[in-house]
């Protein structure tokens, strides 16, 4: 060998020794053997699809509603992570709702058009949004998409010419912007009209719009199975888009399209994909991107959504690339999901190549090692690889041949580690590897993303926001300081549209108004017009506004408004509602959708356009109701502690609010039950045993008032007329019941996150050893964040989706009718999946069903049905962290039949064996 060609591969082989070491800690002693070496030939001449780009999408609905009420410099600071090149996640496709006046998933977004012919151009947040995002990046691409439209559209009717037109002025808009919108979508996850997408693309063109893209955006591939006898149909569309074409809530595995799909001659893309948290989504986030062109040629690829500015009582509150949901504080968090968009954005740009063969597949020829994709640059010698090694348990080896004109010079590697919670370890540069002859080998660790590159300009952005806390009380707004048709801050349309506008009735200034006339054609079910305001862990105050009723109907003045579930109808929170007629209630609202009057009454009527001041208080368990200074009702109830404050109209009256008001109360008791998060079960006092230094344990829950534990003002958790307490401060100390007495050994502080904290010992409650069995013991012990050291107070609501199956236990057909047996579906977030574990450990469904065995069996096999709640053991239920679910009069779990995992698959009772077909999760 010549002594050049030797001293060559020494250098490479010395560059990537010191690869090794830098990006590999698995390699260092102890780590698993390196699996099989996958040999790479990346070949310029081997050219596949042009890549589109990949992205996310603000909207669907109100996700990004938050980001705009930030302090300038945080807001700032999430502008440049999401957008910025080389910086963050550099997003290089954004989708934006085009609003419609109705929820589309996190909100009501506002329509730039709320009445045929009045068009407010500057609307909402999305052309904003828009602004900074090409402010930043000029070489962005958008798009946009409708979920919901205005009533007056097509007299309700989506596909019609009212829609094209609507959607062309919502174009003129953004032009006004100075936004360049590439691509428009039809109706979002509502399947397509064809003859509607023929006319589009004919209105648009003659509305000068003819260079953008009509994107074909829906739930499977079906219309390009029309093109082959619909040639105009063809050329009207110009990408086909498809939404979670590697599965929905799923690790993206695999990935799927159709032989039509792929010979259309259309770009094909995924539209929309993610819906998973901005942390533990990353490995199905990675996945889709390479994947998604390995298995289905899919060359664009927006994430729903772009950022979580969402407050975090609504569904999907931690997911996107980010969440914001704090504005008051400006705390934010950047989620690894945004440094997986990181290694495509900072290293392509849409118009680079694919490149196929050997140059893009699965490492060693096995899904479970992982996948790569390269893509060159137009210019024909830059290049990137980006590899993905979750599920993979070993090292890997790549050996890689560079040819076909492409660079021969070094290359920069970028690493994630995708199960570090350490952001020291998400996208960060590694040692630089020079090839020898264009060949170069790399060590791959599992559960990273790899990023090698012959392009540079990459960076990681280093702002990090301040601490969260809560909005200080009191809050105000008089809604003066707002230009007519703006949103206040902090405020969260779920449905209907409010904004601020002159006052009528005879007031001078602003106030805030409910302006979508009438019902807008829904994406989601529809409700109640409302919008929410402030901050959910408000616990204990008074909310009040002035109030002009413009049209005869019922008004709503929401408070402790806590967890929505969807739709928004299902939003938990007490109210007050009141009728121009004077009648009047105190309501609860549950997560389930039950409303459920607490109180009712009637007082005189309320003159339509004039103005009422009403109010609601919440003190402890203690809910007010006043009208015009005086208390109409006080009711008592203990199922919400804390949330927070909204106004609504019950229909689309265009009612008015001014001189909103949330003013701190004094703390009262609170009553509820310790369920532990661990066993499902309830902290008990034995027999309602009273003596001095009775020992509280682990039972069924049964809703006595021996499981009923009041915190009171004082901080003392009182029982049947005891305190807990606790003679100690080391751990392992028990608890038990005694006469009260201030010491601080009998104070305890009940959070959010459901820790129970001893005052005096700094300790937490738990079920001692982990147990869960009726009698376990209750200790306190140094917290550490344990499933035995979490209680729940009340009632808590979720699915019960199947570990084995993924589907969800489901009421067929919506039945309420006594004997209906539940089975496994599709997850789909419908009532009849809703399952409320309650204070009395009952599994209720429609707000007054029950889970039930059938005939009070006990046997293996015996099916399960729901039944008008009776209070048998039949219907009760331990639900536990481990994910069984016991029922307490059989002892047997919740189970599906012969481990099946089809829709339609039957649920019995049988005896707990911890299989999967018997775990089933809450979310």
Same mark, same amino acid.
């Given at each position: 060998?010549?002594?050049?060609?030797?001293?060559?591969?020494?250098?490479?082989?010395?560059?990537?020794?010191?690869?090794?070491?830098?990006?590999?800690?698995?390699?260092?002693a102890?780590?698993?053997p390196?699996?099989? +070496?996958?040999?790479i030939g990346?070949?310029?001449g081997?050219?596949?699809?042009a890549?589109?780009?990949?992205?996310?999408?603000?909207?669907?609905?109100?996700?990004?509603?938050?980001? @705009?009420?930030y302090?300038?410099?945080?807001?700032s600071?999430?502008?440049?992570?999401l957008?910025? #090149?080389?910086?963050g996640?550099? $997003?290089?496709?954004?989708?934006?709702?085009?609003g419609?006046d109705?929820?589309s998933?996190?909100?009501?977004?506002?329509?730039?058009q709320?009445?045929?012919g009045? @068009?407010?151009?500057n609307?909402?947040?999305?052309?904003w949004?828009?602004?900074?995002?090409?402010?930043? %990046?000029?070489?962005?691409?958008?798009a *946009?998409?409708?979920?919901?439209?205005?009533?007056?559209v097509?007299?309700?009717?989506?596909?019609?010419?009212?829609?094209?037109?609507y959607?062309?002025s919502?174009?003129?808009?953004?032009?006004?912007?100075?936004?360049?919108?590439?691509?428009?979508?039809?109706?979002n996850?509502?399947?397509?009209?064809?003859?509607w997408?023929?006319?589009?693309?004919?209105?648009?063109?003659?509305?000068?719009?003819?260079s953008?893209q009509?994107v074909?955006d829906?739930?499977?591939w079906?219309?390009?199975?029309?093109?082959?006898?619909?040639?105009?149909?063809?050329?009207?569309?110009g990408v086909?888009g498809n939404?979670?074409?590697?599965?929905?809530?799923?690790?993206a595995d695999?990935?799927?399209?159709t032989?039509?799909?792929?010979?259309s001659?259309? #770009?094909?893309?995924?539209s929309?994909f993610?819906s998973q948290d901005?942390?533990?989504?990353?490995?199905p986030?990675?996945?889709?991107?390479n994947?998604?062109y390995?298995?289905?040629?899919?060359?664009?690829y927006?994430?729903?959504?772009?950022?979580?500015?969402?407050?975090?009582?609504?569904?999907?509150?931690?997911v996107?690339?980010?969440? *914001?949901?704090?504005?008051?504080?400006g705390?934010?968090?950047?989620?690894? %999901?945004?440094?997986?968009n990181?290694?495509?954005?900072?290293?392509?740009?849409?118009g680079?190549r694919? !490149?196929?063969?050997? *140059?893009?597949?699965?490492?060693?020829?096995?899904?479970?090692? &992982?996948?790569?994709?390269?893509?060159?640059?137009?210019?024909n010698?830059?290049?990137?690889? @980006?590899?993905?090694?979750?599920?993979?348990?070993? +090292?890997?080896?790549?050996?890689?041949a560079?040819s076909?004109?492409?660079? /021969?010079? =070094?290359?920069?590697?970028?690493?994630?580690?995708m199960?570090?919670?350490?952001p020291?370890?998400?996208?960060?540069?590694?040692?630089d590897?020079?090839?020898?002859?264009g060949?170069?080998?790399?060590?791959?660790?599992?559960?990273?993303?790899?990023?090698?590159t012959t392009?540079?300009?990459?960076?990681?952005?280093?702002?990090?926001?301040?601490?969260?806390?809560?909005? /200080?009380?009191?809050?105000?707004?008089?809604?003066?300081?707002?230009?007519s048709?703006?949103?206040?801050r902090?405020?969260?349309?779920?449905?209907?549209?409010?904004?601020?506008?002159?006052?009528?009735?005879?007031?001078?200034?602003?106030c805030?108004?409910?302006v979508?006339?009438?019902?807008? @054609?829904?994406w989601?079910?529809?409700s109640d017009a409302?919008?929410l305001?402030?901050?959910?862990s408000?616990?204990?105050?008074?909310?009040?506004?002035d109030?002009?009723?413009?049209q005869?109907?019922?008004?709503?003045l929401?408070?402790?408004?806590?967890?929505?579930?969807?739709?928004?109808n299902r939003q938990?929170?007490?109210?007050?509602r009141?009728?121009n007629?004077?009648?009047?209630?105190?309501a609860?609202?549950t997560?389930?959708?039950v409303?459920?009057?607490?109180?009712?009454?009637?007082?005189?009527?309320?003159a339509?356009?004039?103005?009422?001041?009403?109010?609601?208080g919440?003190?402890?368990n203690?809910?007010?109701?006043?009208v015009?200074?005086?208390?109409?009702?006080r009711?008592?109830?203990?199922?919400f502690?804390?949330?927070?404050a909204?106004?609504?109209?019950?229909?689309?009256?265009t %009612?008015q609010?001014?001189?909103?008001?949330?003013?701190?109360?004094?703390?009262?008791?609170?009553?509820g039950?310790?369920?532990g998060?661990?066993?499902?079960r309830?902290?008990?006092?034995?027999?309602?045993v009273?003596?001095?230094?009775?020992r509280?344990?682990?039972?069924?829950?049964?809703?006595?008032?021996n499981?009923r534990?009041t915190?009171?003002?004082?901080?003392?958790?009182?029982?049947l007329?005891?305190c807990?307490d $606790?003679a100690? =401060?080391?751990?392992?100390?028990?608890?038990?019941?005694?006469d009260c007495?201030?010491?601080?050994?009998?104070?305890?502080? $009940?959070?959010a996150?459901?820790?129970?904290?001893?005052v005096?010992?700094g300790?937490?409650?738990?079920?001692?050893?982990?147990?869960?069995?009726?009698?376990?013991?209750?200790?306190?012990?140094?917290?550490?964040?344990?499933?035995?050291?979490?209680?729940?107070?009340?009632?808590?609501?979720?699915?019960?989706?199947?570990?084995?199956? &993924?589907?969800?236990?489901?009421? #067929?057909? !919506?039945?309420?009718?006594n004997g209906?047996?539940?089975?496994?579906?599709?997850?789909?977030?419908?009532?009849n999946?809703?399952?409320?574990?309650t204070?009395?450990?009952?599994?209720?469904?429609? &707000?007054?069903?029950?889970l039930?065995a059938?005939?009070?069996?006990? *046997?293996?096999?015996?099916?399960?049905?729901?039944?008008?709640?009776?209070?048998?053991?039949?219907?009760?239920w331990? $639900?536990?962290?481990?994910g069984?679910v016991?029922?307490?009069?059989?002892?047997k779990?919740?189970?599906?039949?012969?481990?099946? =995992?089809? %829709?339609?698959?039957?649920?019995?009772?049988?005896?707990?064996?911890?299989?999967?077909?018997?775990?089933?999760s809450r979310?």
């Amino acid at each position: 060998m010549h002594p050049a060609v030797r001293g060559h591969r020494l250098r490479s082989l010395l560059a990537l020794a010191a690869l090794t070491l830098t990006t590999t800690a698995a390699v260092i002693a102890g780590a698993a053997p390196a699996s099989a +070496a996958t040999t790479i030939g990346i070949d310029g001449g081997i050219a596949g699809r042009a890549f589109d780009g990949v992205g996310a999408i603000s909207g669907g609905g109100g996700n990004s509603r938050l980001l @705009i009420d930030y302090p300038a410099a945080q807001r700032s600071q999430i502008l440049d992570y999401l957008f910025k #090149p080389g910086y963050g996640a550099a $997003v290089q496709l954004l989708k934006l709702e085009i609003g419609g006046d109705a929820n589309s998933t996190d909100g009501s977004e506002p329509s730039h058009q709320h009445v045929r012919g009045d @068009i407010n151009c500057n609307v909402g947040y999305e052309f904003w949004l828009g602004e900074q995002a090409v402010a930043r %990046n000029p070489n962005i691409r958008l798009a *946009a998409l409708p979920w919901t439209a205005p009533g007056w559209v097509g007299n309700h009717s989506f596909w019609s010419q009212d829609m094209i037109d609507y959607d062309i002025s919502w174009l003129n808009c953004a032009r006004q912007h100075g936004l360049t919108i590439s691509y428009l979508g039809g109706w979002n996850e509502r399947g397509h009209d064809s003859g509607w997408y023929k006319n589009l693309r004919s209105s648009l063109n003659a509305a000068g719009f003819g260079s953008v893209q009509i994107v074909g955006d829906d739930t499977g591939w079906g219309m390009a199975d029309e093109f082959a006898g619909d040639a105009t149909l063809k050329n009207a569309v110009g990408v086909l888009g498809n939404h979670y074409v590697c599965g929905y809530l799923s690790q993206a595995d695999s990935c799927s399209t159709t032989q039509n799909a792929r010979s259309s001659g259309k #770009p094909l893309w995924a539209s929309e994909f993610g819906s998973q948290d901005d942390m533990t989504g990353v490995v199905p986030y990675i996945r889709t991107l390479n994947r998604g062109y390995l298995d289905a040629e899919i060359t664009g690829y927006m994430n729903w959504p772009l950022i979580a500015a969402i407050t975090p009582n609504l569904p999907y509150a931690t997911v996107g690339l980010m969440d *914001a949901g704090s504005p008051w504080s400006g705390a934010y968090r950047v989620g690894r %999901n945004l440094w997986a968009n990181a290694h495509y954005a900072q290293f392509t740009q849409p118009g680079w190549r694919y !490149l196929n063969s050997s *140059a893009s597949g699965y490492l060693g020829g096995s899904r479970a090692n &992982g996948s790569y994709v390269s893509l060159k640059s137009p210019n024909n010698s830059d290049y990137s690889t @980006i590899y993905e090694t979750s599920g993979s348990t070993a +090292a890997q080896t790549v050996n890689v041949a560079v040819s076909g004109g492409l660079s /021969a010079g =070094t290359v920069h590697v970028w690493s994630t580690d995708m199960g570090s919670g350490n952001p020291a370890d998400w996208f960060v540069r590694q040692a630089d590897v020079a090839p020898a002859g264009g060949s170069y080998a790399l060590t791959l660790q599992p559960n990273r993303i790899y990023t090698v590159t012959t392009t540079t300009g990459q960076g990681k952005g280093t702002a990090a926001g301040p601490a969260s806390h809560a909005l /200080a009380l009191p809050y105000s707004d008089d809604f003066d300081g707002y230009p007519s048709r703006a949103l206040p801050r902090y405020t969260e349309d779920m449905q209907g549209s409010y904004e601020v506008r002159p006052c009528a009735a005879g007031r001078a200034g602003q106030c805030l108004q409910q302006v979508a006339p009438v019902q807008p @054609i829904n994406w989601q079910d529809d409700s109640d017009a409302f919008t929410l305001v402030g901050d959910p862990s408000w616990r204990d105050y008074t909310v009040s506004t002035d109030l002009n009723m413009q049209q005869a109907g019922t008004v709503t003045l929401l408070g402790r408004a806590n967890t929505q579930n969807r739709p928004q109808n299902r939003q938990a929170a007490y109210q007050l509602r009141i009728s121009n007629t004077g009648a009047w209630s105190i309501a609860r609202n549950t997560s389930g959708g039950v409303l459920t009057n607490l109180l009712t009454g009637t007082r005189a009527a309320l003159a339509l356009n004039s103005w009422h001041t009403i109010a609601l208080g919440f003190s402890g368990n203690e809910i007010t109701a006043t009208v015009d200074g005086t208390v109409v009702g006080r009711a008592t109830d203990g199922s919400f502690t804390a949330g927070q404050a909204g106004l609504g109209v019950v229909g689309y009256q265009t %009612n008015q609010f001014d001189n909103l008001r949330v003013t701190a109360n004094a703390a009262g008791n609170l009553a509820g039950v310790l369920k532990g998060a661990e066993s499902g079960r309830c902290a008990d006092v034995p027999g309602a045993v009273t003596t001095n230094g009775t020992r509280p344990v682990l039972w069924d829950c049964t809703g006595g008032t021996n499981q009923r534990w009041t915190l009171t003002p004082a901080r003392q958790l009182q029982v049947l007329g005891k305190c807990l307490d $606790v003679a100690g =401060t080391a751990d392992g100390t028990a608890v038990q019941v005694w006469d009260c007495n201030g010491g601080t050994n009998q104070q305890w502080t $009940v959070g959010a996150d459901g820790t129970v904290v001893g005052v005096a010992s700094g300790k937490c409650l738990e079920a001692s050893a982990h147990g869960t069995a009726n009698g376990s013991a209750l200790a306190i012990w140094t917290c550490n964040g344990g499933p035995n050291q979490r209680w729940a107070r009340g009632d808590t609501v979720g699915i019960l989706r199947g570990q084995e199956s &993924g589907r969800c236990a489901d009421v #067929p057909g !919506l039945s309420q009718t006594n004997g209906t047996r539940p089975a496994l579906w599709d997850c789909n977030g419908g009532i009849n999946q809703e399952w409320t574990s309650t204070a009395d450990g009952r599994l209720t469904v429609f &707000g007054t069903k029950c889970l039930d065995a059938v005939g009070g069996g006990t *046997a293996d096999g015996t099916a399960v049905d729901i039944w008008d709640c009776n209070g048998g053991s039949h219907q009760r239920w331990t $639900v536990g962290a481990d994910g069984a679910v016991v029922g307490v009069g059989s002892g047997k779990c919740l189970d599906a039949v012969g481990h099946g =995992t089809s %829709n339609g698959t039957q649920l019995v009772i049988w005896t707990c064996n911890g299989a999967a077909n018997q775990k089933w999760s809450r979310s």
